[in-house]
């Protein structure tokens, strides 16, 4: 970010406002760009990984090898396709409702260091920031919902409302245990931390029932099978989308797989050691700067690792009911996560004091 | 036990209405009176030795005299089975609204509820006392009972048409007005359009294939 | 104290359960081959015995009509004029909308004459092309004309097939006669 | 809200919001076909249900008072259509009776490993279809996988992958090939290491148990009111089976397995969980019946020598009526055929299996959630194309 401030401001000569809003637009453009890049090949592998999980083989025609050119195809139709709005909807929040959702999970990004120095920003409460931002995406679900003006996306709107405010406790709860070990809520911090003493995973044993807590949490949050009730196909159609077509319901797709990289990121970031190599073989962080890139191909791997893993449970487990879904939440999550910072911190009490 | 020992003991309970046991047929059957049918099958069902806890099909048969309708009752105890026969005389002349009427035996086996509907449905016999007395295969609007001989096939239904040789809706000209094909002469059977009689003997009783299209060459001849 | 084992135990078991199920799911991305068919590239094999499109002997047919008449849908038509033993033919097709490929009208064939194929792409562009025609000359051929003319008394069928059809013999017939078909149709 | 008392183990709430419709189908990914579910709901729970069925009426019944006896067997491939083999031997055993006649022995066994074939095949799909419904995309592939050997065992000697019109009155269409007892044993030692399978992946998986044991309990009362058959009545403890009660083939008096009841493992007898596990080791008996039947068959004609005019001269049986209930996949298959001598029936009532199963849907429902009604939908096994006919 300063980089480039300074890049348009002393090397372009621009002066007042307009160095920091180049800088941020720059910022939002390429990762708009990154976004949809990411997205298409994430669809790409999840049908892949479904396929091959299912012996079959996917997408194979379009683009040659293995069909890698399906999503952009795919994008493609679904740009050329007819905007329909059912009758009796809210026009106004139905066309709406997609940004929102969308505009919900991509400000996660903002506060995602992807390498020493590439992050747009990084807040002092970073962690939480992402945890609060991408929940705004109910309120587009919601929107969306109710605006189709069908039961069963109504049905799937307020099962999404109901398991993300739910899941949010246990979620923020696990993260409070790497906290409590690096002692920062500031996302660099964790990344200096993990340089400095290893995967915050190894910290002590409660870490992996933190991470457990935390992965599962974020399932849900991503709304990713078992957790996959808001767009339940079998009951519910299609859930809060059921009514969306062309552009409109791709966004919804994109917010889907950009919550599961956020959310992933968040995995790798705090537990798994962010952009630092294990064992710090490499010390990325104080790498010149064309080598920072280094750091965001480490964190790209670790993030694809967690949601192949997604990828891969969405594929074996069936779908939770309502009800399972929140006792799971208070019942099993919301004490464990608070047993593992119960624990984290008598360990590190009893460990440094 | 066998059915000659069922019918035996049916007789011996003094029952009213309970007929010869007809063997001519290849499965045998007990004629029953409508009036009595009920009790006879919650005899059937309650006796120890009888137990028929089933009642496996319930099917409403056009003769030439008559309807008549069978029960199929079974034991899952015992392992023997039983048919009940109701036989309902056809009155004389027009028998489209003739809706013979039988008791309906849903208060002792619920299973024969559905199939008392269908029988409803597609040969209008009615079910006297039935819970749930509405059609079940076809829409609630239906004209007629699709299984009687004389039904005669509709042509259209709720603007939708249905002969085999109407102009399909997606090549319909709007502007040419509806010409109501003739209905289909009794009897015709319902996945053949009416056609003039064969002059190669065909096997089954079956009409050949139309030799020609008629309404729509007269539509088109029309439009020219 | 059940309650608090039972929270224990399904815990354990939900994990365990979902972790081997991943683990059957895991070896089938690594190790199980694809079973999945690239469909117009790859075939399976189809069976001899499958019952796909008809193909006619038109040649040896006699327009007895026995198929139009086994047929339960009523797809087949039969037209043709009798001159002596001698056939004008107009019509003989079969509507594919109404085919159910039951194989009723192969059986009764007293001279064996018509066939089913592998063939299983039926795919048209439109309704009118399923009824398929299925002789390869329509009136008379010149030798027919001929025989008609000459009044001679037809030959025999050169070589009569086998009691009851059957075999590779037949078999390989229809292929060839499928393969020639189908050039046809490119053409 | 008696009903609501099933959730005594899980959260509820007194909250009770206004009543919504919701409309379950005829276009609906779990309804199986083109059923019609009319859903009163509080919330996510049912308070009232209706079923409406005949969306896929074909009048099967009135074609088959038109067409000849041998020419309705193909109608009744359409019926329960991932049946077939059983759906013709149901219908052939009906003609024989009013014939008189009796397919030979060789036939007798083949037709007996090709409804078991088709057995498999049919609760495979039952099997896979239930993991979606449930949410599990993957069984499903896995059940396809093998339906596809059994679809390529069967396609060999009646010339079609799901619409056999194999097993006709008098016998079976034509002797199978060589080599295709042994590829059927070899399908049997395969099918055994998949089944294992299935168990790990789907039936043990705690969410699964979860999501179908304690849901959609049939009682035998409920079995006996409705006129449930198949694995629906053995779900609910009623050891019952034609195949062994009844045996309206030799063969199956001659081998030997067993009938699978429901045990109420994972909760109540009756619940979706022991339905879908009969039907589980339903398949391994089957397998059993297969492997003995291939070992046993005898040689010699498949079809009866005086049948097999039938395909040029339509058979006339002599006036008189015959009733045959089978052992499908689904529950009890009856016809019952009236003859007054002609080429053609002048009534042929097809009792279906689904058709009575699923008449008790409207008593199941009403309780339970939404997500349960899928599962209990997918527990009774429909195929509309067979309660509709």
Not at chain 2, 29 to 39: A, M, P, Q, T
Not at chain 3, 79 to 90: K, S
Request: hydrophobic share 40%; proline share 6%.
């Amino acid at each position: 970010m300063d980089i480039l401030i300074t890049f348009f401001a002393e090397t372009l000569g621009m002066s007042g406002v307009w160095p920091l809003s180049f800088a941020y637009a720059t910022c939002i453009g390429s990762l708009l760009g990154f976004v949809t890049v990411y997205a298409m090949f994430a669809i790409w592998m999840e049908r892949k990984v479904a396929a091959h999980i299912q012996q079959r083989l996917g997408p194979m025609e379009v683009g040659g090898w293995h069909g890698w050119a399906q999503s952009p195809a795919d994008a493609l139709k679904l740009l050329f396709k007819e905007d329909i709005i059912p009758d009796g909807a809210n026009k106004w929040l139905f066309w709406i409702a997609p940004a929102v959702v969308f505009c919900g999970v991509f400000a996660g990004f903002i506060a995602i260091p992807f390498a020493a120095g590439v992050q747009i920003v990084d807040i002092n409460l970073g962690v939480f920031f992402i945890i609060a931002i991408a929940s705004i995406e109910v309120v587009g679900v919601i929107m969306a919902g109710w605006a189709s003006n069908s039961k069963y996306s109504l049905f799937g709107a307020v099962r999404e409302a109901a398991q993300v405010v739910s899941y949010e406790l246990p979620s923020a709860t696990a993260l409070l245990a790497p906290i409590l070990v690096v002692g920062s809520f500031k996302l660099s911090d964790f990344n200096a931390y993990q340089a400095e003493h290893g995967w915050v995973l190894f910290a002590n044993p409660f870490m992996w029932i933190a991470l457990l807590c935390f992965f599962i949490a974020s399932l849900a949050g991503c709304k990713r099978a078992p957790f996959d009730l808001p767009e339940a196909e079998s009951e519910l159609v299609s859930g809060f989308h059921t009514e969306y077509s062309g552009m409109r319901f791709s966004f919804f797709g994109l917010e889907e797989y950009v919550s599961m990289f956020v959310v992933s990121a968040i995995t790798a970031t705090l537990f798994l050691g962010g952009y630092t190599l294990p064992f710090n073989l490499l010390d990325v962080g104080n790498l010149p700067a064309p080598f920072h890139l280094i750091g965001v191909a480490v964190l790209v791997v670790k993030i694809f690792a967690v949601i192949f893993v997604q990828m891969w449970l969405r594929w074996t487990l069936p779908r939770m009911r309502v009800d399972q879904v929140m006792s799971l939440g208070y019942k099993y999550l919301l004490p464990w996560g608070l047993f593992a910072v119960a624990g984290t911190a008598i360990w590190q009490v009893w460990m440094e004091g | 036990m066998n059915e000659q020992q069922l019918h035996q003991k049916l007789r011996a309970t003094g029952l009213a209405g309970i007929g010869e046991l007809d063997e001519s047929a290849c499965d045998p059957f007990v004629v029953v009176e409508g009036d009595s049918l009920v009790e006879v099958c919650t005899f059937l069902r309650d006796d120890s030795e009888t137990r028929m806890e089933m009642c496996h099909n319930v099917t409403a048969t056009e003769r030439e005299g008559s309807i008549e309708v069978a029960y199929h009752l079974c034991s899952y105890e015992h392992h023997h089975s039983l048919t009940l026969k109701v036989l309902l005389p056809k009155p004389e002349g027009d028998l489209t609204d003739w809706h013979p009427s039988v008791p309906s035996i849903a208060g002792v086996y619920t299973s024969a509820n559905w199939h008392e509907r269908e029988q409803w449905d597609l040969l209008g016999v009615r079910f006297s006392d039935h819970p749930d007395h509405r059609r079940i295969l076809l829409p609630e609007e239906w004209i007629g009972h699709p299984l009687r001989k004389d039904y005669v096939y509709p042509s259209s239904h709720g603007g939708i048409p249905l002969e085999l040789d109407a102009v399909p809706l997606y090549e319909r000209d709007e502007t040419t007005e509806e010409t109501p094909s003739e209905p289909r002469p009794a009897g015709t059977p319902l996945n053949q359009p009416p056609s003039e009689p064969s002059k190669r003997p065909h096997a089954g009783g079956k009409a050949p294939p139309a030799p020609e299209k008629k309404a729509p060459k007269a539509k088109k001849e029309g439009d020219a | 104290m059940g309650s608090v084992r039972e929270y224990f135990s399904s815990i354990a078991n939900g994990l365990g359960s979902a972790a081997k199920g991943m683990g059957v799911t895991l070896r089938h991305f690594t190790s199980e081959p694809h079973i999945t068919v690239q469909y117009p590239r790859e075939t399976k094999p189809i069976p001899p015995t499958y019952r796909g499109m008809h193909i006619l002997e038109q040649d040896k047919c006699i327009d007895c009509g026995l198929c139009a008449k086994a047929c339960p849908v009523d797809c087949i038509e039969i037209e043709a004029e009798h001159h002596g033993r001698v056939l004008e033919w107009t019509k003989f097709s079969i509507d594919y909308k109404k085919c159910i490929f039951c194989e009723f009208c192969i059986p009764p064939c007293p001279v064996d004459c018509i066939h089913m194929t592998t063939e299983f792409e039926l795919a048209t562009e439109s309704p009118d092309d399923m009824v398929e025609d299925m002789l390869t000359w329509t009136g008379l051929r010149p030798q027919d004309q001929a025989k008609l003319e000459g009044k001679t008394k037809p030959k025999a069928p050169a070589a009569k097939p086998a009691a009851g059809g059957g075999g590779d013999d037949l078999r390989s017939r229809v292929a060839a006669m499928m393969a020639k078909k189908k050039a046809e149709k490119e053409d | 809200m008696e009903a609501l008392e099933m959730y005594t183990t899980d959260d509820r709430t007194d909250v009770y919001t206004e009543e919504l419709k919701l409309n379950l189908g005829p276009q609906h990914p779990s309804t199986h076909g083109v059923l019609r579910v009319e859903l009163k709901m509080d919330g996510e729970i049912i308070t009232g249900s209706r079923s409406d069925i005949g969306y896929l009426h074909r009048c099967a019944e009135k074609i088959g008072e038109n067409v000849t006896y041998l020419q309705f067997t193909p109608y009744t491939d359409r019926m329960d259509y991932l049946a077939s083999m059983n759906n013709n031997l149901a219908w052939s055993l009906t003609v024989e009776k009013l014939l008189g006649v009796e397919a030979p022995e060789r036939a007798q066994w083949l037709r007996m490993i090709c409804a078991e074939l088709n057995r498999i095949a049919s609760h495979l799909i039952a099997f896979g279809t239930y993991g979606i419904d449930i949410g599990a995309n993957t069984p499903f592939f896995y059940a396809f996988r093998e339906r596809e050997s059994i679809m390529e065992l069967l396609e060999r000697p009646s010339g079609a992958r799901m619409l056999y019109n194999y097993i006709q009155p008098g016998g079976v269409r034509r002797d199978v090939d060589e080599n295709w007892v042994d590829d059927v044993l070899a399908f049997c030692d395969v099918f055994e290491r998949r089944w294992a399978e299935y168990n790990t992946l789907l039936t043990n998986n705690l969410i699964f148990i979860k999501r179908t044991a304690n849901i959609g309990i049939v009682t035998k009362e409920m079995v006996f009111d409705n006129g449930a058959g198949g694995p629906v009545m053995r779900g609910s403890g009623i050891k019952w089976d034609l195949r062994r009660d009844v045996p309206y083939l030799k063969p199956y008096d001659e081998v030997e397995f067993d009938v699978p009841v429901g045990e109420g493992t994972h909760g109540t007898l009756g619940d979706c969980w022991d339905r879908y596990w009969v039907r589980m080791r339903e398949m391994m008996e089957s397998i059993r019946i297969i492997r003995q039947g291939c070992k046993a068959m005898p040689g010699g004609e498949v079809m009866e020598k005086g049948m097999k005019k039938m395909y040029k001269t339509p058979l006339k049986p002599a006036p008189g009526e015959a009733y045959v209930r089978c052992e499908n996949p689904r529950g009890e298959l009856g016809f019952y055929v009236v003859s007054e001598g002609g080429t053609s029936p002048i009534r042929c009532r097809a009792r279906g299996p689904s058709f009575c199963n699923l008449s008790m849907l409207d008593s199941l429902l009403p309780g339970t959630m939404l997500a349960d009604a899928v599962a209990i939908i997918g527990s009774l096994d429909i195929v509309l194309g067979e309660v509709d006919r």
